[in-house]
């Protein structure tokens, strides 16, 4: 599997490692491939567990002087599966999950294998936290460097808007820090540009004050009121304060412990949010998504915010296979709405869902100047979720939603939110227009940073004068 790499030359890489090196026939080496999303089924020829930066400083220097394809795992919570790869090394973070909070300046340093999970558990001691995602167990490492769009996003941005500083490994082994005042270029492009210039070890972010109990909603209504009530939602987020984050999603939905037998396999949508400010604001400011017309099942309440955080997480097993793409919107008309429901209706799997996040607020305050992520201006991004359990279902599942986004692009620009790719199959293509006037900037940030694209594993945009390709100067996965 790895006949370029002499036994020898590996046996000097695990000796200098504090961390496992993990080959194919060490135990536990399934284990140690498999990541969440389980479409994904590569089989790499080492998986380096780090246990810290000299570790990842080791395994970065032994993939560049041995040309091993490199995958770069924080979570392994990508749907894409980049976390991954055949035959080349992956550089393992999941042990390095240290978490420092500091109440006093209201900001956190992490470890980049720590899951939000880790994050808010230690902000919440405080009464703090940042903007993460939606399920607890996602990597702090790729939502953030991919933007980070979550229940705080109105009021507080993204994650990415959220950095004060990142300690990176670069494709020559320098351990460097970016932030405001250092390495400003890298700085902004890691603000939302992916883990596209090397290997993230640390990340530190400002904190807000959160919870411990927040506001929040969770109502259900019956799929044939989507239009109706999508349209009343559409108004209400137009003039909703910038405490308020929701998201709708629509589908079967077919909870047992929510839903009698009666109403378990109708369709049905779902209209999620979270008011980051005053519980006793909150309640009454988001009372009006429960009132739309008459609920089939409403779960909203007071709760601790790590709680709610963890909402989710039993809908998203690790294993489960999974497919999900997404389209920036450029409004909600009516058009839209019935597609979104046609779409919510045809999908293959019970569990798959058609999801309208709401954007605006804080996420537009920052420039592009200031930060690579692209989608700051869309009040609203598409998500397509296929989610199923069977392999022999799988295509019908990507077809769903691939035709679902070639239908409802045409309410969109065609720009992406890139945590949500598919497999990352649009390639150069998606980067340009998902970017836009941005691209060329990381262009020339890959071509400081990662000239040979040791790093392509990811969001990729390639380095200049070249096609894309793995580091190795042949076409990428």
């Not at 490692?17 to 135990?27: A, K, M, Q, S, V």
């Amino acid at each position: 599997m790895i006949q370029r790499v002499d036994d020898e030359r590996i046996d000097q890489f695990e000796v200098g490692l504090r961390g496992e090196l993990i080959r194919p026939d060490t135990p536990g080496y399934d284990d140690a491939r498999a990541v969440w999303n389980g479409v994904i089924d590569k089989r790499p020829a080492l998986v380096a567990r780090c246990a810290g930066v000299a570790d990842v400083i080791s395994a970065v220097e032994f993939a560049r002087e041995t040309e091993l394809l490199v995958a770069v795992r924080g979570g392994g919570h990508n749907v894409a599966g980049t976390a991954v790869c055949d035959g080349g090394l992956v550089i393992d973070l999941s042990e390095m999950t240290g978490v420092r909070v500091n109440p006093e300046t209201r900001t956190a340093w992490s470890q980049a294998g720590a899951t939000w999970a880790d994050l808010d558990h230690e902000t919440q001691e405080f009464g703090l936290a940042t903007p993460g995602g939606v399920v607890s167990d996602t990597g702090i490492a790729g939502l953030t460097l991919g933007g980070g769009i979550g229940h705080l996003r109105c009021k507080y941005g993204l994650s990415c808007d959220n950095l004060r500083s990142v300690e990176l490994v670069t494709a020559d082994g320098e351990f460097v820090t970016a932030s405001a005042e250092e390495n400003v270029d890298l700085f902004w492009g890691l603000r939302g540009g992916g883990g596209n210039f090397g290997v993230v070890t640390a990340f530190e972010y400002d904190l807000h004050p959160v919870g411990p109990e927040v506001a929040t909603c969770l109502v259900f209504y019956p799929g044939d009121r989507l239009t109706e009530v999508l349209q009343a939602y559409r108004e209400f987020v137009a003039t909703a304060s910038e405490e308020i984050s929701t998201l709708v999603f629509a589908g079967e939905l077919p909870d047992e412990e929510l839903f009698s037998a009666d109403e378990l396999h109708e369709q049905k949508f779902a209209i999620m949010g979270c008011y980051a400010g005053r519980a006793t604001v909150g309640e009454d400011e988001l009372a009006p998504l429960r009132e739309f017309i008459e609920p089939i099942a409403d779960f909203s309440d007071t709760v601790p915010y790590a709680e709610f955080q963890q909402l989710l997480d039993e809908e998203y097993p690790e294993g489960m296979r999974y497919y999900w793409k997404s389209l920036y919107l450029d409004g909600l008309p009516d058009t839209a709405i019935d597609r979104i429901e046609y779409w919510a209706d045809a999908a293959p799997s019970p569990l798959s869902t058609v999801d309208v996040w709401q954007l605006g607020g804080a996420i537009t305050d920052v420039d592009v100047e200031e930060s690579a992520f692209a989608g700051r201006y869309s009040p609203f991004l598409l998500g397509v979720e296929a989610n199923w359990e069977d392999a022999a279902n799988d295509e019908a599942n990507v077809e769903w939603v691939r035709d679902c986004l070639d239908d409802v692009r045409q309410f969109s620009d065609g720009s992406v939110y890139l945590n949500f790719p598919g497999f990352l199959e649009g390639g150069d293509d998606t980067m340009r227009t998902t970017f836009g006037s941005a691209y060329d900037r990381l262009v020339a940030l890959k071509d400081e940073y990662d000239p040979t694209n040791l790093f392509s594993r990811n969001q990729n945009v390639a380095p200049s004068g070249s096609a894309r390709t793995d580091g190795r100067g042949r076409p990428g996965e």
